[in-house]
Nanobody, 123 residues
């Protein structure tokens, strides 16, 4: 059974940083691309970043480009999201998800999801 467990969320002030962690089990982690998504209040879930199986190719939504960084450690079956210069607009539930292959295209075709972690950024 595949499980993805996010952690690291919390309440921070604008300009602060947070690092989210997603630990996976039951998945041949090093074979699959991974992504981070978020659901802001009153909005649908949207992709913010993705990374291919080896970590050599990444995608970022324009809203987070230059502020967020996705990385992965295949030895630890873990994907990370470093979030810097947080803004109130980043307030959302953040989810990690796995893709069906080692690449993240199509961006919206995902296999397994975590339960999410809340990030709240106060102004």
């Amino acid at each position: 059974q595949v499980q993805l467990v996010e952690s690291g969320g919390g309440l921070v002030q604008a300009g602060d940083s947070l690092k989210l962690t997603c630990v996976t089990t039951g998945l041949n982690f090093s074979s699959y691309a991974m992504g981070w998504f978020r659901r802001a209040p009153g909005k649908n879930v949207g992709i913010i970043t993705a990374i291919n199986w080896s970590g050599t190719d990444t995608y970022y939504a324009d809203s987070v480009k230059g502020r967020f960084t996705i990385t992965r450690d295949n030895a630890k079956n873990t994907v990370y999201l470093q979030m810097n210069s947080l803004e109130p607009e980043d307030t959302a539930v953040y989810f990690c998800a796995s893709y069906y292959s080692g690449t993240y295209y199509p961006l919206s075709e995902l296999d397994a999801w975590g339960q999410g972690t809340q990030v709240t950024v106060s102004s």
